[in-house]
Every structure is written in C-alpha cells, then in structure tokens.
C-alpha cells in the first residue's frame, strides 16, 4: 500500500527557508487522480492545510500562506517537497503530507486525504 | 472562506457509550465533509468522507450523517482505541480544505 515519509531540517532560523520532502513508497506519484498536499499543526492546535499540487505541476496554495510557499513535485524521484520562506516562531509545527483522493457520487465528486505521512516536528529558533 | 465549528470542543465518556460529534460550516457545503481521528503524536486518520461514507478498515461502530451546513459523527458504542481528537474537514471550495478545531474525547 502507498506510504508517506517527510524529511527534512528539523531546526530552521527566523528569516529562512523552511524545505521539506515527501517521499511516496508502494505507489507512483504519478498514476491515478491523485492531488498531493502538505498540512501543519502547532503544538496543542489544529490542523492548517498549506496547499497541493498534481503530477502536472499545478498547485493551489491556502490564501493565507500564498505568497510564502511553494509546492513542487519531481516525478523521477516520486517526490513531491514544501519551501516556506521567510519562516517565524509561529511556523513552528508538526508538518504532515498527504495523498488526496477523489471518489464520485452520481455528478459530485469528494475529496479526501486518505494517506498520510507520521508527521515531522519543525522548530523555528535561532 | 468556509469557517468550521465543532461542538463540543471537549467530552468524558465511558466505554460502551454512545458519542456524537457535530460540525457546522458557515455556509451550505452540499455533503462534502469529512472526518478524521488524531491520537496524540500521531497523523490523522480519515474515518468518513462525503458526509456519509466509511473510509475501508474504519469500524461500523463509526458514522457520519449530514449535509448542507450541519454534520454529525457518531460512534455507536465507544471502545478503548477511539479516545481521541476528532476533526471535521470541508471539501467543498475544493482546492482549498479547512478543518474544524477538533474535539477531544476522554475518559470519564
């Protein structure tokens, strides 16, 4: 079955660049209708969505966080990886990818995130 | 933008009781909901997508009902593995997803 892993520094000073990867195990990043995405969470908080990309190269960013990220994908790797920049205490968080499926009712269709990564703990200190 | 809201934040059941959860978006999102289940130190998990539909492996004890702007999860008769936390995520201004801020179920 498809498996996620993160990785990356887990350490980033205030002002730098956040850049973390996620490598697709037991699956090609490329079959199916899939859309691949990046989540964080604070410490004790909820769950932010930070955004997605397809294997085409589109992306969608969350408004908040737009102009701060970027979501890439190499195909030949089966990765896809986050860059955050200009990071601050407050993107202190555990940061999760994710795989987002589709399934279709009748004309609707419903998107999920079905498999996700362990999580990786990302501290922003000097 | 969509805004989610879970109530309650918090609840203290016991083993056998039965649990629901309800999630309210601020406006129509048809039955595009979906749930999921976070332990502590662990990535969530999905339960229930498009309101109503079990995710394969998730127990039958799990349910989700709903649509429009107010959802429901119910766990019909709760069993040690499901204290945790509980999100409710909207899909409906797919490409962009929000969650609720979860509620937490403990042990009374």
């Known amino acids: 079955q498809v498996q996620l892993q993160e990785s990356g520094p887990g350490l980033v000073k205030p002002s730098q660049t956040l850049s973390l990867t996620c490598t697709v195990s037991?699956?090609?990043?490329?079959?199916?209708?899939?859309?691949w995405s990046w989540i964080r969470q604070p410490a004790g908080k909820g769950l932010e969505w930070i955004g997605r990309?397809?294997?085409?190269?589109?992306?969608n960013y969350n408004p908040s966080l737009k102009s701060r990220v970027t979501i890439s994908v190499d195909t030949s790797k089966n990765q896809f990886s986050l860059k955050l920049s200009s990071v601050t205490a407050a993107d202190t968080a555990v940061y999760y990818c994710?795989?987002?499926?589709?399934?279709?009712?009748?004309?609707?269709?419903?998107?999920?995130?079905?498999?996700w990564g362990k999580g990786t703990t990302v501290t922003v200190s000097s | 933008d969509i805004q989610m809201t879970q109530s309650p934040s918090s609840l203290s059941a016991s083993v056998g009781d039965r649990v629901t959860i309800t999630c309210r978006a601020s406006?129509?999102?048809?039955?595009?909901l979906n749930w999921y289940q976070q332990k502590p130190g662990k990535a969530p998990k999905l339960l229930i997508y498009?309101?109503?539909s079990l995710q394969s492996g998730v127990p039958s004890r799990f349910s989700g009902s709903g649509s429009g702007t107010d959802f429901t999860l119910t766990i019909s008769s709760l069993q040690p593995e499901d204290f945790a936390t509980y999100y409710c995520?909207?899909?409906?201004?797919?490409?962009?997803?929000?969650f609720g801020p979860g509620t937490k179920v403990d042990i009374k």
């Open positions: 994710a795989r987002v499926s589709r399934s279709i009712t009748r004309t609707t269709y419903y998107y999920y995130m079905d498999v």
């Open positions: 037991g699956g090609s990043i490329s079959s199916g209708t899939y859309y």
């Open positions: 990309i397809y294997t085409s190269g589109s992306t």
């Open positions: 406006q129509s999102i048809s039955s595009s």
């Open positions: 498009g309101a109503s």
């Open positions: 995520q909207q899909s409906y201004s797919t490409p962009y997803f929000t």
